[in-house]
């Protein structure tokens, strides 16, 4: 077995080697189709039903920054003097002008990953889709890139971690996204300027990395941004204002060829782009748009004609929504959307982070679920990042918690899987408050109570009234419990109740009144919130008639 190993180990260094001397010259087409590289001719996009019937997702933020375990933009901060990460890289690595973002790239060995076996586990758990991350800031490719020599065929694990995420997707029927954020590369990476950050080719004479060139992975032959606080932070500038260095043709290109060439190798159902909108948005809208066009394109040719791809973006604004799903960063909407969309968050640091792991900081089982049952309720997806150690495994913990969701969405999954939005999305204090988000999001630390309640609605085959599914956002103290909104007075009536079941239990004894539909609660059947599943009998006339005279 290990000659075998150590025989595959050098065919792949060998196939690397040769893409590696063997760059292609050529841009990637961009498809054509139905669907042109402009707003208004991908404005005819729809989010396909699959998507929306899968609810739940997981994604694997993993890459070569995760070697550090200190958190998230970790290849950013290792170069600002006097930040944390700064301290932490020259205490664990040395002086970032030896030991720079490249090193990083070549000791992450990723050496105990096994994809089939997360995969499997996120499945179990309820994920009905995947995410890997494609790049981050850093610009270093998780697949065999003939545009990106930085990549982790070439160095590194030397293995295709998008392609063998994709092989372990197919094993287990999920739908695979990969998502890319290396557009940002050209200014995240620019406090590298001060180190390594402005080597080149010729500098790589005698050293690990000859033959390589440092400015394909740093991009930072170029001024420097102008602007910046102490902090280091460039979210001022991260749609291309406020004195940010603007991309080169080249650069622009570049990544275009990356992405589009992803899709062609790798055919992923979804992309999340880490960008105001769509890469470069702001400065050059046309290599997002050329990437929507190729990708819908080339769906609708394999569907006969009805492309089944979702692209992610965030910040859009209503015509936005029209040509892609409207991305929320750790948050969460106070209202239902009209549009489809997706909270993407992270039970810890995007990138792992031993403090986090150290300091019990992670989410529980129960804040993930809540999420969850607020985000379908409004329409939404939820997409749940587990970070990944640098060595491939995630830790204990995590799994402790991947375990708590599991058992709750063992029990009560039929509330979430193929549900839409009911007349209403719930009731009770956080239902009736204001919680805007900042930005792209960051409002999720919402506090659900026992007086919080979320509806959802399923079509049932043979029935003319749909089944509606009702969640007290925790247990309720008392033995009974009113949802208000089934009431005969109220302006959601949908009728007579037939039949209430508590999922994990079963029928429980009712009464359904002007003032609401209150319900027995036996016991607990689960460690973080119950689910009442309501069914209407077929034949309501009475009832519609007199909930008309109640009001």
Known sequence: MKKRLSILAMALTLCA?????????????????????????????????W??????????????????????WYARFMYYQGSGQYNWHVCHFGNPKEYGLKELCRDWKASEWNPEELVALYKSVGARYFFTLGQHHD??????????????????????IVGEWAAACKKAGLPLGVSMHGSHAWTWLEPSQQYDGNLTKADGTGQWWEGYDPQELYAQQHAHSTGWDNSGSIHSQWGWQNGASLPSEAYKRK????????????QPD????????????????????????????????????????????????????????????????????AKYWQTCTCIGSWHYDINVYNGNGYKSAQQVVDMLIDIVSKNGNLLLSVPVRGNGTIDEKERAVLLGIKAWMDQNSESIYGTRPWKTFGEGPLAEAVNPMTAQGFNE?????????????????????????????????????TFKAVGYASPHYSGKVKSVRLLGYGEVDFTQSLNGLTVAVPKVTNQIAP?????????????????VWAR
């Open 445 to 481: 630390s919402n506090n659900y109570s026992n007086r919080d309640v979320r509806y959802v609605q399923k079509s049932t085959e043979g029935t003319v009234a749909p089944t509606v599914y009702a969640t007290v956002m925790r247990w309720p103290d008392l033995g009974t419990f």
């Open 255 to 266: 990544f275009q060829n990356r992405v589009l060439q992803c899709i062609n190798d790798y």
């Open 51 to 72: 998507f929306k019937d899968a609810k739940f997702g997981i994604w694997a933020h993993w890459g070569p920054q995760c070697q550090a375990e200190d958190g998230d």
């Open 531 to 547: 689910v009442f599943v309501i069914t209407f009998a077929d034949d309501n006339s009475t009832e519609r008639q007199l909930n």
């Open 17 to 49: 080697l040769a893409a590696h001397a063997q760059k292609p010259t050529a841009d990637v087409p961009v498809a054509q189709g139905a669907f042109a590289p402009s707003w208004e001719g991908v404005s005819g996009w729809e989010c396909p039903e």
């Open 139 to 160: 610009n270093f490719d998780l697949w065999q890139s003939p545009y990106q020599e930085w990549n982790s065929v070439n160095m590194g694990p030397r293995r295709d």
């Open 270 to 337: 979804m992309l999340y782009f880490d960008d105001t909108v769509l890469p470069f948005y702001g400065c050059d809208e046309q290599v997002g748009l050329n990437i929507l066009a190729h990708y819908y394109n080339q769906s609708a040719a394999q569907h006969d004609g009805q492309q089944q791809v979702v692209v992610m973006g965030k910040i859009l604004d209503e015509a936005q929504k029209e040509a892609l799903l409207w991305d929320v960063e750790r948050g969460v909407p106070d209202r239902p959307q």
